[in-house]
């Protein structure tokens, strides 16, 4: 056998079978393909069904979208319900849409259910379904998808009502929604057929009366003079001219007036007694509202003040405080505004929070007119706010944002602070930063005996940290618990790491020289920034359980 030769011919072979189409001799022998999505769920089913025949299968479709809300109208013997082929939302219509299905119901809440289905609508292009209807009916649709999975009903639309079909309407089925607007005529009225309590209390007025038309026991002539009208001569009712008054009067069921209409204004009395006055008899009205008692009272005037102004008042009622009678008053005048707690009795007594408004100034504070002391007023004026007679405290919330924040703007020349006593100027801030004081800036230490870690070879005594804002002091006090260190022409070679300063405690810009020394010899030390202590010179040897003090100060950045 030639190898070579048989290679060739299978690889050639081979060659055609992968061009040819993959399923050109495919068959499904008594079964069927299974589609699955990729949560594997099973969506379809390709050839033989669990009934026996074949058949492509579409199962457990997503619900299609609702419909749009049907268009319904009258028809003879039913109604007609459109859809326009449209779905809720401008929702595309899916793939595996099959039907529309029109459901109907006299009951106005209706559940889309087997009962209600009426007809379907199985193009998708939209259609009108004729419904048999003989009462007034409500319609809505839903969509159904391959899989018999339904969208969400659409809104119920009606009531809408069947057009009759000839000799279906008996005695009593026309009712007032079946007559159109002005259907019924003069003509088609019967003579006398519109009797008295046919017509509405009130519905014939003076356009629908005849001239003269009133006479004899009623009403003769066009005018009503020297007499009483009333409603009722007892219990609720309305008199007009009682007594000769002149007076327009409301009883209440009780017989008791609650109302007055005259000359001298109006007045209102409620169920439980309180008043309300209205007096037109000045040169502005005044409204005055009484509780039952008749012990307190609001007041709203109307005063007239300069240049023929209509100045108001709002005065509350009275109330006790510190033994004397007090009310508030909001009083809005000639380009002014006031609002403050007066004495009811002396009206110039102002005691309390006070609220004034001008053209050129807002004020808020406390007024005191028998303390001027007491005083402490808050004003707002253009580019400007004055606190005077009184302290600012600020007591903020904690936060991360700052208590006191000054932000001027570019190009401001003042200074950003400015502290004075008595006119003498104690501090001072200015637009560059630059401090001015007329004492010491004192600022409080910290301190610290802790965190310090001795190195191999040496053990603590004491260590003292010191730190005033960015000036940082460090004392060591260390025992030399290892083997002699010696010193050569006053150099310690290798460099001896003795300790390590806490975190904090730092140099935070570049290695910092120091000195120490033992009693009996001396020499230099250095601090890195990662807090490394290293002895670098010394004048002799250091020996064992010799006791060295180291001291250093540098600034941290």
């Keep these: 056998m030639d190898i070579g030769q048989k290679l060739q011919q299978m690889e050639a072979r081979i060659a055609r079978i992968e061009r040819s189409a993959r399923l ?37 479709g997503a619900a299609p979208p609702a419909p749009s809300t049907p268009t319904v109208a009258s028809a003879l013997g039913g109604i007609a319900a459109g859809w326009d082929g449209t779905f809720a939302d401008n929702a595309a219509i899916p793939l595996d849409w099959s039907r529309v299905e029109v459901h109907a119901s006299t009951d106005s809440g209706f559940t889309a259910g087997p009962d209600t289905l009426q007809a379907t609508i199985e193009t998708p292009q939209g259609a009108i379904a004729y419904l048999p209807a003989s009462a007034p009916t409500y319609v809505r649709l839903l969509a159904r998808n391959t899989s018999g999975t339904a969208s969400e009903p659409t809104a119920i639309v009606g009531p809408y009502s069947p057009t009759p079909v000839a000799g279906e309407i008996g005695i009593g089925e026309i009712t007032e929604t079946m007559i159109s607007d002005g259907a019924v005529t003069t003509p088609k009225l019967f003579a006398n057929a519109v009797t008295t309590p046919k017509l509405a209390a009130g519905s014939v007025d003076a356009v629908a009366i005849a001239a003269d038309a009133i006479t004899g026991k009623t009403i003769t002539g066009g005018t009503i003079t020297g007499t009483v009208i009333q409603t009722a001569t007892s219990g609720q009712r309305i008199t007009l001219n009682e007594t000769g008054t002149h007076r327009i009067l409301v009883y209440n069921s009780s017989g008791a007036i609650v109302g007055e209409l005259s000359a001298l204004g109006m007045g209102l009395v409620g169920s439980t007694g309180a008043k309300m006055i209205l007096d037109p008899n000045a040169t502005y009205p005044t409204l005055r509202m009484t509780n039952a008692a008749g012990t307190n009272e609001a007041i709203v005037n109307v005063v007239e003040g300069t240049a023929g102004a209509a100045d108001i008042g709002i005065n509350s009622g009275k109330f006790t405080a510190s033994g004397l009678d007090w009310k508030w008053r909001t009083f809005f005048g000639n380009d002014f505004a006031v609002m403050e707690r007066v004495r009811d009795g002396a009206s110039t007594t102002n005691v309390g929070g006070r609220v004034a408004l001008s053209a050129t100034a807002a004020t808020i504070g406390f007024n005191d007119t028998t303390n001027a002391t007491a005083d402490n007023n808050l004003t707002f004026i253009s580019g400007t706010a004055q606190l005077n007679g009184g302290r600012l405290e600020i007591l903020p919330d904690a936060a991360a944002t700052s208590a006191l924040y000054v932000n001027a703007a570019s190009g401001h020349t003042g200074n950003l602070l400015r502290l004075l006593l008595n006119a003498v100027e104690k501090f001072r801030v200015d637009k560059d930063g630059n401090v001015l004081t007329a004492g010491d800036v004192m600022t409080t230490p910290i301190t610290t005996t802790t965190g310090l870690s001795a190195a191999s070879g040496f053990s603590t005594n004491n260590f003292y940290g010191y730190k005033v804002g960015k000036l940082v002091v460090i004392d060591l006090y260390m025992n030399r618990t290892g083997a002699t260190i010696t010193a050569t022409s006053g150099n310690i070679t290798p460099d001896v790491a003795i300790a390590t300063l806490p975190a904090g405690w730092r140099p935070t810009h570049s290695t910092i020289n120091g000195t120490w020394d033992d009693g009996t010899a001396t020499g230099g030390w250095v601090v890195g920034t990662d807090g490394i202590c290293t002895l670098r010179t010394a004048t002799s040897d250091i020996a064992n359980n010799r006791n060295l003090r180291l001291h250093i100060t540098f600034i941290q950045d």
């Design 24 to 60: 050109s001799h495919a068959a499904i022998d008594d079964t069927a393909i299974e589609v699955r999505d990729g949560t594997g769920g099973l969506r379809g089913i390709l050839g033989v069904q669990s009934d026996g025949t074949t058949a492509v299968n579409i199962v457990n």
